[in-house]
């Protein structure tokens, strides 16, 4: 029901936006290249406002003809340059769906992936929209792997991996102040296992063999002591580690 009614409610602002696009559009003309020429004449001049309203005249004045395919790209583009991000895939999703075999369908899916990315929030707030950012990245991957921009498509879902990692972390960090050794350690591992390739996870291995010490676990501590120097020998904590190791009773 809440999917439901969020859906609505864009639609209902997509609708709105259309129908108030009709009084304020600069589209005066029948011939559909006339019309997208206009409409992208504000686009490059960073008019995305003007963009919006004449793109959403031509998304129903030409539907079906030849600039659909590209009229429809650059409406979702004009909302993602606005930061409107919500809207943005909407349209790149309508994009999509429509028009999945033309050429700006290949960009418009990495421009969808970049939507969810500009609506992953910062690390401690709710990570739905990170989770499904890296889906659409990775499905972009699946689908074009030598495209341009799937270098930047790898490097953003390391990006989004590092926060989910961060997250995790601090929860783990927060549960070692409060005493509680046992949850902590669940979060470290989680990291260990699910964010291996992650700019945290020799944090969380540090983190997890000072958990287990403090639970006088010494065996295990020193298996994961091993387990360090083994994963991560150019690291940071490496001396850290090494202390911690020499703290361990023989």
């Given at each position: 029901?809440?999917?439901?009614l969020?859906?609505?409610?864009?639609v209902?602002t997509?609708?709105?936006?259309?129908?108030s696009?009709?009084?304020?559009?600069?589209?005066?003309?029948?011939?559909?290249?006339k019309?997208?020429?206009i409409?992208?004449?504000?686009?490059?001049?960073?008019?995305?406002l003007?963009?919006?309203?004449?793109?959403?005249?031509?998304k129903v004045?030409?539907s079906?003809?030849?600039?659909?395919?590209?009229?429809?790209?650059?409406f979702?583009?004009?909302?993602?340059?606005?930061e409107?991000y919500?809207?943005?895939?909407y349209?790149?999703?309508?994009?999509?769906?429509?028009?999945?075999?033309?050429?700006?369908?290949v960009?418009?899916?990495?421009?969808?992936?970049?939507?969810?990315?500009?609506?992953?929030?910062?690390?401690?707030?709710d990570?739905?929209y990170?989770?499904?950012?890296?889906?659409?990245?990775?499905?972009?991957?699946e689908?074009?792997p030598?495209?341009?921009?799937?270098p930047?498509?790898?490097?953003?879902?390391?990006?989004?991996?590092?926060?989910?990692?961060?997250?995790?972390?601090?929860?783990?960090?927060?549960?070692?102040?409060?005493?509680?050794?046992?949850?902590?350690?669940?979060?470290?591992?989680?990291?260990?296992?699910?964010?291996?390739?992650?700019?945290?996870?020799?944090?969380a291995?540090?983190?997890?063999?000072?958990?287990?010490?403090a639970?006088k676990?010494?065996?295990?501590?020193?298996?994961?002591?091993?387990?360090?120097?083994?994963?991560?020998p150019?690291s940071?904590?490496?001396?850290?580690?090494?202390?911690?190791?020499?703290?361990?009773?023989?």
């Amino acid at each position: 029901m809440k999917l439901y009614l969020v859906l609505l409610t864009l639609v209902i602002t997509v609708i709105m936006t259309g129908c108030s696009g009709s009084d304020k559009s600069n589209i005066n003309t029948d011939d559909p290249d006339k019309a997208f020429e206009i409409a992208k004449k504000s686009y490059d001049k960073g008019d995305y406002l003007q963009a919006i309203d004449d793109f959403s005249v031509i998304k129903v004045k030409f539907s079906g003809s030849n600039i659909s395919d590209k009229s429809q790209y650059y409406f979702g583009m004009s909302y993602l340059k606005r930061e409107e991000y919500i809207l943005a895939a909407y349209e790149f999703e309508y994009l999509l769906k429509n028009y999945g075999t033309s050429s700006f369908a290949v960009e418009g899916r990495y421009q969808l992936a970049m939507c969810y990315y500009g609506l992953s929030p910062k690390y401690p707030l709710d990570q739905t929209y990170t989770y499904q950012a890296i889906s659409e990245f990775k499905n972009f991957l699946e689908l074009y792997p030598t495209d341009k921009n799937s270098p930047e498509a790898e490097a953003r879902i390391k990006e989004l991996r590092n926060k989910l990692a961060l997250k995790d972390l601090k929860s783990a960090d927060l549960y070692y102040k409060m005493d509680d050794y046992k949850a902590s350690i669940v979060y470290y591992e989680h990291i260990l296992s699910e964010y291996f390739d992650t700019d945290y996870a020799d944090d969380a291995l540090v983190g997890k063999i000072t958990a287990l010490i403090a639970r006088k676990k010494y065996d295990d501590a020193k298996k994961e002591v091993e387990r360090f120097e083994s994963r991560f020998p150019k690291s940071d904590l490496y001396a850290k580690v090494q202390s911690l190791k020499k703290s361990l009773p023989n």
